[in-house]
């Protein structure tokens, strides 16, 4: 049973520019929700999905924005790139009917540099 | 307002034990989760608690104090490969959603 996925694991991207970042969640959830981790600090939560959904939302720009598809699977975008956009970006996937006691399962992050 | 907070940085020496301790202030709970961080890595699920008390779970265990707004991971018997970073989390239930807030973690590492 494959565990989270997300794609790709490194980029590098010039200020400015945009970017799509994607995530498959683990074998029977449905939920996703995107983090951004910034060096030596903890996950801040940028939204969630779910059915096709965007449900809550962080305090992020409106730079960035995502999007679920019918199969779960999800991708986080980021538009007009900033140097302070650098940082480790996570997919979290949970089930929504099966969150008591269930913890949401962490992808490996793909590490954003802009430069 | 949204508040977790733990302390950055701790040292500990191979075979002692550890208290890592937490605090929150959050608009609403529902369960407290502790997860492990290895430099450059995902974050990996240790415990969950949602109810007052202890959750043994091997050489970690985990307390929770909701009427305190506080809870700690006990770590036993460690080991080196302990040496990460430990998350503290709240699950904030707004709308049925499922948002997990962090606080910034703590620093472990463990010595010889």
Redesign the interface.
């Known amino acids: 049973d494959a565990g ?1 996925t997300q794609s790709p694991t490194h980029l590098i991207k010039t200020r400015g520019q945009q970017v799509t970042l994607r995530c498959s969640p683990k074998s029977g959830h449905d ?1 996703v ?1 995107w ?1 951004q981790q910034a060096l ?6 940028i939204f ?1 999905y ?1 059915e096709e959904e965007e ?2 939302r ?1 305090n992020f720009p409106d730079r960035f924005s995502g999007h679920q598809f019918p199969n779960y699977s999800s991708e986080l975008n980021v538009n007009a790139l900033l140097l302070g956009d650098s940082a ?1 970006y ?1 997919c ?1 996937s ?1 089930s ?1 009917y099966h ?3 269930g ?7 793909t ?1 954003l540099t802009v430069v | 307002g949204q508040n ?1 907070d733990q302390p950055t940085e701790m040292t500990a020496t191979e075979g002692a034990i550890v208290q890592i301790n937490c605090t929150y202030q959050t608009s609403g709970f529902n ?1 407290l ?1 502790w ?1 492990q961080q290895h430099a ?6 240790l415990s ?1 608690n ?1 109810l007052d008390g202890l959750e043994e779970k091997g050489r970690f265990s985990s307390f929770l104090s909701r009427s305190k707004g506080y809870s700690y991971l006990l770590l036993k018997e460690l080991q080196m490969k302990d040496s990460a970073s430990y ?1 503290c ?1 709240v ?1 904030d239930e ?12 703590t620093r472990l590492l463990v010595r010889p």
């Open positions: 989270v939920t929700s983090y030596g600090q903890g996950p801040q939560f969630q779910y449900r809550q962080g480790l996570l979290a949970s929504l969150r008591e006691g913890e949401a399962f962490f992808g490996q992050g590490r | 977790i369960g989760f997860y450059g890595e995902a974050p990996t699920f969950y949602v998350l989390a699950r707004e709308d049925s959603s499922y948002k997990l807030i962090f606080g910034s973690g």
